[in-house]
């Protein structure tokens, strides 16, 4: 991705948008009693796009925002965001992408992996209270919400970025070549 | 040209984790001073329009998630109402005889909880969570509304949780289901006392710890704050405010105890409007 300073502002927003609906939207509504979190899905999309450099920073940032916003503490949600935009710019630098499966299976890959990561982190700076076997459904679905989540998040991402994204062979549709003058 | 940029890559990626790790160190188990109270005011009031406009949306996802859960809820609605019932008529009757006691021995301040010292704020739910290792909501009222850190807060059927930090306009509620949370409790009647703690990740249950197996506690009890105080300490929370119902209890036999499993009354996964107990003794 080649980074100017229009494409950092959309990236911030981006970022800020995400965030707050998460916040305020995904992480208020229940579906079979477990809150989609999209967030991992949008560092993994921007992961994708942008290389594993961006990846991390903008895990890095979404995660510092959600702890502050949330009074959490500061460090464990970046420290798990920032290894999954990590992983997911990873991937793209190795491999290509020729289907948009891909992302889609990444997102609940990488979801999982953040889930598990935020309960490692927990688990690391302690926990007092027991803990119900429901967070692994609770794991679970949240990764099925960022499969369907994730592949809506890169297509909007996908053509909110497009400006700077390395050109991407596209399939265009083969059409007769016109001649001037016949019908 | 190549090496250079990996160079640079893991340079940046090493910098954000130890970035990470010296936020973990600093702030592990206390506030982060001006950063988080300043970013929270800078996004609450957008977080307060967004809730705002998205309401409609959310409450069509509640509508759907909700007929799944309808028939049994009513069931389970309809044995509530007759118990209450029963129960009103005999706390008249309590409460009849509690007020002509009082007179009896010269006591003639208001029976009612302690809660009556309070100044409740309501304010509205903005933003939440989203992970169930951090169980918290963010609400629209804040320190130029009296409130304050550790303040209790209560939705119509019971009690919620407590204020973990306060901006001007917002503060943070940390939840019974929050992995920090612990209140002090009592069983009512018989007034078995204890602690309830969250079960993470199912905020439909809470556990009354460190009871003794050799107390009575029965399903359909119900649990209360107990807001004892002792030589200068005191609960957080003021007395007989209602938690929850037992559920079960079972017995932890290589402990001698017994963990005692609660519903709680307030439905701690789908808040909106809660109020702040401000201005009580801290």
Request: glycine content about 10%.
């Amino acid at each position: 991705m080649i980074v100017t300073p229009r494409i950092f502002a959309r990236l911030a927003v981006i970022t800020v948008v995400g965030v707050v609906l998460q916040l305020s939207y995904f992480s208020r509504v229940a579906v079979f009693d477990a809150s989609p979190d999209l967030l991992p899905a949008l560092v993994v999309v921007l992961g994708l796009l942008g290389g594993s450099l961006t990846g991390a920073v903008v895990g890095f940032s979404i995660g510092l925002l959600v702890d502050c916003l949330t009074a959490g503490t500061l460090g464990a949600s970046s420290l798990v965001l920032l290894g999954t935009g990590y992983l997911a710019g990873l991937f793209r630098e190795r491999f290509d992408i020729h289907s948009l499966l891909v992302p889609a299976v990444l997102c609940m890959a990488l979801t999982l992996f953040a889930e598990v990561g935020f309960g490692a982190v927990q688990v690391m700076l302690g926990i007092d209270a027991p803990v119900s076997v429901l967070v692994i459904r609770d794991m679970v679905l949240k990764s099925i919400y960022a499969f369907f989540g994730g592949w809506l998040i890169y297509l909007a991402v996908r053509r909110i970025l497009r400006p700077a994204l390395v050109e991407e062979a596209r399939v265009r549709r083969r059409r007769q070549p016109r001649v001037l003058g016949r019908v | 040209m190549y090496r250079k940029q990996v160079r640079r890559r893991r340079a940046v990626l090493a910098l954000l984790i130890i970035s990470s790790f010296l936020l973990l160190t600093i702030t592990f188990g206390r506030s982060s001073g001006g950063l988080q109270d300043g970013v929270s005011t800078i996004f609450s009031p957008l977080q307060g329009v967004a809730d705002r406009a998205l309401k409609p949306a959310r409450d069509m996802v509640d509508w759907f998630d909700k007929t799944f859960e309808a028939r049994g809820e009513n069931e389970r609605l309809e044995e509530q109402l007759a118990k209450a019932r029963r129960e009103a008529a005999a706390g008249q009757v309590a409460l009849q005889e509690n007020a002509q006691l009082r007179k009896l021995v010269g006591l003639d301040r208001d029976p009612a909880i302690a809660a009556s010292a309070y100044e409740p704020v309501t304010a509205r739910v903005i933003a939440r969570s989203p992970t169930v290792w951090h169980s918290t909501v963010t609400i629209d009222a804040g320190s130029d509304d009296d409130v304050a850190v550790d303040d209790p807060v209560i939705a119509g059927e019971g009690l919620v949780g407590r204020v973990s930090s306060v901006q001007a306009g917002s503060a943070q509620v940390a939840l019974l289901s929050d992995n920090s949370s612990a209140v002090s409790a009592k069983v009512v009647p018989g007034g078995v006392q204890g602690s309830i703690e969250p079960a993470i990740g199912n905020p439909e249950d809470l556990i009354l710890d460190f009871i003794n197996a050799s107390k009575d506690v029965t399903r359909g009890q119900t649990v209360v704050t107990s807001g004892w105080q002792a030589q200068g300490l005191g609960s957080l929370f003021p007395a007989n405010i209602p938690i929850g119902e037992v559920t079960r209890a079972s017995i932890l036999e290589q402990e001698a105890s017994q963990q005692v499993h609660v519903r709680p009354f307030a439905d701690l996964a789908n808040l909106d409007l809660m109020q702040v107990l401000t201005g009580g003794p801290k």
